[in-house]
């Protein structure tokens, strides 16, 4: 594998990496419904403001959402939706793992 090949696949690690946390989850999932204000965010996660800015800026490094400043308040919204497929595609992995423990002889 050359630089550039493993330079793209780094890449590609942060960004599912960024999605690699509970809350963060729970975020990209909420902000596929639309866009949210942080605070109206913190109160869904039920951690302080601080917490949840924290776990939304490792979302925006990575590209996933894209913050609004509007006087004192910051919204955030999905930039790519696109990661809801990966996340589909994560369901179907724990929906198969599941079928074949359960055929699977005690």
Do not use: W
């Amino acid at each position: 594998m050359d630089n550039a090949l493993k330079a793209r696949y780094r890449i590609r690690a942060g960004i599912i990496k960024a999605m690699a946390h509970p809350t963060r989850l729970f975020l990209v999932e909420e902000l596929s419904r639309g866009e949210r204000c942080v605070c109206e965010l913190t109160d869904m996660v039920g951690d302080d403001i601080s917490t949840v800015s924290k776990h939304l800026a490792v979302l925006k490094n990575a590209g996933i959402v894209a913050d609004d400043k509007r006087g004192t308040q910051v919204f955030y919204s999905l930039r790519c939706p696109c990661v809801l497929n990966f996340l589909s595609c994560v369901e179907s992995v724990l929906m198969t793992n599941a079928a074949e423990r359960a055929t699977m002889p005690v």
